[in-house]
């Protein structure tokens, strides 16, 4: 696209496209009004306004105005300025946040706001106002750059947006290499939105992935934590885990677990990984709720198992023995994405309580029952049934357990007892029998 075309819009009027506010959120609706009836532009933008058109529930609205931040925060007293890197406004309505950001601009000489571009091209921060036209230029993919205009209900496309979202074409704005470049966490994006979207990358995109994955090592694990539960947690996360894969991305993402997968593709590593994804994508699709202290618990189950200390009979439990290997773990795998301590301790935790299933003495297991971690831990237990690393009447016998109200549980583990008992009995006779022989 040359400079002609970047002032040209392609406006869609009302009735040429299918976006209906009825199906915009009240909140975000009421935001955009607000902005407009106070002299400001006010469009929704973003995945918010490609979803619609695509006919899917979008995940939040993201609204995009020519208001300062300031000013937006004046507008509305249930916000907040947040954001260095990027200042936006968030305006909240109970669990309901609308994201408000204020157009951003080229390089002027005026003066005003600011953008701070690193020595490698990456962009460090971008506070650079400006207008609706540079704003879109300035977005990821021609997808995510189309603004619906509340004055007057048109969608504008300043980038052949339209054309790519009907044709399920995932198409960088500019030049790739350049804005992977600027940011790198736009491959995981691409990646991210082929996946959920099953959209098509552009070829430009797909063959610059591999060569440039590595950049992913250079941006802050705390940035990434984000961006693994938005790969991981959006309902695609099998799909996407896929596509990580064959670009050459994960490895930037968990290159503990990239190592093993890598060295045994077909055993139960690979297996209790897709599985945890898979589970993980039935919970977000039924709307129950996920943790990524079970994800990275999953992730990073066969590194953790690895790094165990030998159980050679120095002293050390088994359970000493996840401990320590946890510490090891974790203290690698934080170098490369972040895992806030509220979860990894959970996660720990979950690894803690394993050996602990295998135990079913009367007074063991009314003790896990009791445990607070107890309901995670079980469904990471018949995780590793279904990769086959425990055995299966394991997980089963725990299932009905828990499925029994109190009685039912305590006659459960006495019959256990009572077997337990007898094996041990006959165990002792023909011990004593062998020895008479
Ligand atoms: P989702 O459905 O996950 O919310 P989204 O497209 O709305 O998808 P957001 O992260 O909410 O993604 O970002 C909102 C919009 O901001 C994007 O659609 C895109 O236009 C722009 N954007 C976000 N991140 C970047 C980025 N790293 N580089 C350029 N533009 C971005
Ligand atoms: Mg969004």
Known sequence: ?????????????????????????PNALKVL???????????????GVRDLLLGREPKDFDVATDARPEEVRRLFRNSRLIGRRFRLVHVVFGREIVEVATFRGMPRDDGEGERVVD??????????????????????????????????????????GMEDLEAGRLRLIGEPRARFLEDPVRMLRAVRFAAKLGFRLDPGIEALLPEMAHLIGEVSPARLFDEVLKLFHGGCALETFELLRRFDLFRYLFPLT????AEEEAGFPRMLVARALANTDARVQAGKPVTPAFLYAALLWEPMRRRMPPLDGKGMSEIQAIQVAGTRVVTEQVRHTAIPRRFSLAMREIWALQPRFARRTPRQVRALLGHPRFRAAYDFLLLRAEAGEVPADLAQWWTELQALPP?????????LGETEGKRRRRRRRRRRSAAQE
Request: proline share 2%; aromatic share 10%; net charge negative.
């Open 33 to 47: 009004y607000r902005l407009h009836h106070a002299g400001y532009q006010a469009c929704l933008v973003g995945g």
């Open 1 to 25: 696209m040359n400079e002609a075309q970047r002032t040209a819009p392609v406006v869609y009027p009302r009735e040429r496209h299918s976006i209906s506010r009825a199906n915009i959120s």
């Open 119 to 160: 020595a490698s091209g990456r962009i460090v921060r971008d506070n650079l106002f400006g207008t609706i036209e540079e704003d879109a230029w300035r977005r990821d993919f021609t997808v995510n750059a189309l603004y619906y205009d509340i004055s007057d209900f048109t969608v504008r496309d300043y980038v052949g």
């Open 407 to 415: 009685e039912g549980q305590a006659a459960m583990v006495q019959a």
């Open 258 to 261: 990239e190592a093993i997968l």
